[in-house]
Nanobody, 125 residues
Framework: QVQLVESGGNLVQAGDSLRLSCAAS?????????MGWFRQAPGKEREFVAT????????YYADSVKGRFTISRDSAKSTTYLQLTRLNSEDTGVYYC?????????????????WGQGTQVTVSS
């Protein structure tokens, strides 16, 4: 069973950058999974942030992060990254990574089969 563990969350100031990591363990099958990042701000529902297909050729972003965040993956390390730049207070929240066995990009939570526990990002203004 594949498991996901996020890391890299921190308290930063507005305008700073951060890189989140999502490490997959429990087998090599995750190499063929699509990966996604979601976030949940205090008092709000979880929302889609970014997704990447199984071979890294296709990515898709929420409008709110387009041009500021970059999703990438290193299959050799079974790790997916989310580079966050020009952070602002609205980016504060718990960031979750998720894996979809289908391999294609997806923006709906229901599309994803496996979820991590999340990592906290707090942006102070």
């Amino acid at each position: 069973q594949v498991q996901l563990v996020e890391s890299g969350g921190n308290l930063v100031q507005a305008g700073d950058s951060l890189r989140l990591s999502c490490a997959a363990s429990g087998g090599t099958s995750s190499t063929y999974y699509a990966m996604g990042w979601f976030r949940q701000a205090p008092g709000k529902e979880r929302e889609f942030v970014a997704t990447i297909n199984w071979d890294g050729a296709v990515t898709y972003y929420a409008d709110s992060v387009k041009g500021r965040f970059t999703i990438s993956r290193d299959s050799a390390k079974s790790t997916t990254y989310l580079q966050l730049t020009r952070l602002n207070s609205e980016d504060t929240g718990v960031y979750y990574c998720a894996a979809a066995k289908s391999g294609a990009v997806g923006i709906s939570e229901r599309y994803y089969d496996i979820w991590g526990q999340g990592t906290q990002v707090t942006v102070s203004s």
